[in-house]
């Protein structure tokens, strides 16, 4: 289980319980589409992409993505999400080759 | 004899080698253009989604991508949902689709009523100019799309 950069963002920064905020994933991943060829070699570079992601706020799953390799390389995902309590938000991503990483961040609101 | 023998199978050996590379030439042409390992046309792609259901066009998806990208390898798209996002009337899914990409899935969102409001957005490659489209499934089992064209001058597909 290797560790994967990826950033969690909310927006806007201070928010308060019961508003819809919005959430900024974004994962540094090759994302291989398994028909590019390496310009030395001619070899096919092998697919190697993130197939699922999975939010989960407070132990409920709010959202989750199927995945195929037409996502652009390091990509972005942005959704809204409820506020519903002081609680955490996890994401996690599992990729082609059965990588699998987690990120998460606490949510506090305030007011 | 002997002589006559020669050159007959140097004859042989002539035609053969002229009809060798023509056939071999013919098989590349022929051989099918490289498979993605998940490849999917757009047709089959909605099929496997709506079980044959009708797809609506509808004002309500709203589909924001650029008309002209300069770099197919990164294409910024948006969809948006008019939706109340409430426990009996909410989007149940959306479908990115490139329509001419050897996989024309991109991304599936399945999202809950926790969301609450109906939008996604992310980055995706396009192989040349095309149509991306996106199909919205509702609580109810409806299925709604938006479809828009994208140029593409340099193409992000290797």
Redesign the interface.
């Known amino acids: 289980m290797s560790k994967r950069k990826a950033i969690i963002k909310i927006k806007p920064n201070k928010y308060a319980n019961g508003e819809?905020v919005k959430v900024n994933l974004m994962v540094m991943h090759p994302?291989e589409?398994?028909?590019?060829?390496d310009k030395e070699t001619k070899a096919t570079i092998p697919?190697h992409y993130i197939n699922n992601v999975k939010f989960v706020?407070n132990g409920?799953?709010?959202?989750?993505?199927?995945?195929?390799?037409?996502?652009?390389?390091n990509?972005?995902?942005?959704?809204?999400?409820?506020i519903?309590g002081e609680g955490e938000l996890s994401v996690t991503f599992t990729d082609n080759t059965g990588e699998v990483n987690e990120k998460s961040i606490k949510i506090t609101p305030k007011g | 004899m002997q002589r006559r023998e020669f050159f007959k199978k140097l004859g042989v050996a002539a035609a053969a080698g002229a009809v060798l590379p023509s056939l071999a030439l013919s098989n590349e042409a022929a051989a099918p253009k490289?498979k993605?390992?998940?490849e999917l046309s757009y047709k089959d792609a909605v099929n496997a989604i709506t079980g044959g259901k009708k797809v609506v066009n509808s004002p309500l998806v709203h589909l924001k991508a650029p008309e002209i990208a300069e770099n197919g390898?990164?294409?910024p798209v948006?969809v948006e949902v008019d939706s109340p996002m409430t426990e009996n009337d909410y989007v149940k899914a959306i479908h990115i689709f490139?329509t001419k990409?050897?996989?024309?899935?991109?991304?599936?969102?399945?999202?809950?009523p926790?969301?609450?409001?109906?939008?996604?957005?992310?980055?995706?490659?396009l192989g040349g100019t095309q149509e991306v489209a996106a199909l919205v499934e509702l609580s109810n089992g409806t299925f709604l799309v938006a479809t828009q064209s994208v140029k593409v001058t340099i193409g992000?597909?290797?």
């Open positions: 819809v994302m589409t398994g028909m590019r060829k697919a706020y409920k799953v709010i959202t989750t993505m199927n995945v195929w390799e037409s996502l652009s390389t990509p972005v995902f942005t959704t809204y999400m409820k519903d | 490289p993605g390992p998940n390898a990164v294409v948006t490139a990409n050897n996989n024309t899935r991109c991304i599936d969102v399945h999202l809950t926790a969301n609450g409001k109906a939008m996604f957005a992310t980055r995706i490659k992000g597909c290797g």
